[in-house]
């Protein structure tokens, strides 16, 4: 459910869902979400979130036994690489997450990082820390916490064929 669909979340058939994922909530390179666009202007996936029409449909999903999932997203390659490359920022941006996850009742988390180009090696191993950490803390908050990744499919791919070129593994 994008946020900018909310204003029409009555007419989803929610008995036919299995799962509802908000998209979502910006992380700044910080860790912290973002919550402003500018001084004057909240930014549209926070501000939707604190909305009465949010606030229905997440007692609606709840009612019916249903998953309400928040998608957390990085789009820029330079924030994607600040926020993972530096150890308090990494672990600001867990605990920012799971905060806004425990506040709004969520169920699991979606993170849709949409990383242009390949990553280095410690950019890489930085993300699947991110990934352990976070998937931890949360199963530790509540142990069905579900948790799901996006990436670009061509970057797996790409990341893939990187990996196996070194042991000289032709993919096609």
């Known amino acids: 459910m994008p946020y900018w669909n909310i204003k029409d979340s009555d007419k989803l058939n929610i008995r036919s869902l299995t799962h509802l994922a908000y998209f979502g909530v910006d992380l700044n390179p910080d860790g912290t979400i973002r919550t402003l666009d500018n001084p004057r202007e909240k930014e549209p996936g926070w501000r939707k979130l604190n ?31 600040t926020l993972l490359n530096d150890e308090g920022s990494r672990q600001k941006a867990v605990g920012s997450i ?39 803390r949360c199963k530790e908050i509540n142990p069905q916490c579900e948790i799901s990744l996006d990436i670009f499919a061509d970057s797996g791919v790409k990341n893939r064929l990187y990996d196996l ?4 593994k032709v993919v096609d």
């Open 98 to 136: 799971l905060t806004v996850m425990l506040e709004k009742q969520f169920d699991g988390l979606n993170v849709d990082f949409e990383y242009m180009g390949f990553p280095d090696g410690k950019t890489r191993t930085n993300f699947t820390r991110f990934m352990t950490d976070l998937t931890v």
């Open 165 to 168: 070129a070194p042991l000289g």
């Open 51 to 81: 909305t009465d029409e949010f606030a229905i449909l997440s007692r609606q999903i709840k009612l019916l036994g249903k998953k309400l999932i928040l998608t957390v997203i990085a789009m820029e390659t330079d924030q994607i690489e």
